[in-house]
Nanobody, 124 residues
Framework: QVLLVESGGGLVQAGGSLRLSCTGSRLTFSNYDMGWFRQAPGKEREFVAAINWSGSSTYYADSVKGRFTISRGNAKNTVYLQMNSLKPEDTAVYYC?????????????????WGQGTQVTVSS
């Protein structure tokens, strides 16, 4: 069974930074595009960032562009989300997900595997 495990969440003041990690096991990590999503209380899960299998292409939600950076280390089976200039509205549970490689942007329903999530709380 494929396993994705997120880490790095926590409580941070507005303007601060966090780095999330997601490590995969029981899958050939370099064969998958990876994405980060988040869900705040009472809201739907929303796309945050994605990276293709090789790391050559990235996508960002407008709300995080210029503040968040997604990257991956296939040798470590890990995808990262560097989050800078955090805002209270970034507070959510953050999930990583894996999808088969695609030349186009993928929606949440097209991701095959999901992690359990890590809580990020940004205080004002």
């Amino acid at each position: 069974q494929v396993l994705l495990v997120e880490s790095g969440g926590g409580l941070v003041q507005a303007g601060g930074s966090l780095r999330l990690s997601c490590t995969g096991s029981r899958l050939t990590f370099s064969n998958y595009d990876m994405g980060w999503f988040r869900q705040a209380p009472g809201k739907e899960r929303e796309f945050v960032a994605a990276i293709n299998w090789s790391g050559s292409s990235t996508y960002y939600a407008d709300s995080v562009k210029g503040r968040f950076t997604i990257s991956r280390g296939n040798a470590k089976n890990t995808v990262y989300l560097q989050m800078n200039s955090l805002k209270p509205e970034d507070t959510a549970v953050y999930y990583c997900a894996a999808a088969p490689p695609s030349p186009r942007f993928l929606g949440p329903s097209e991701y095959d595997y999901w992690g359990q999530g890590t809580q990020v709380t940004v205080s004002s």
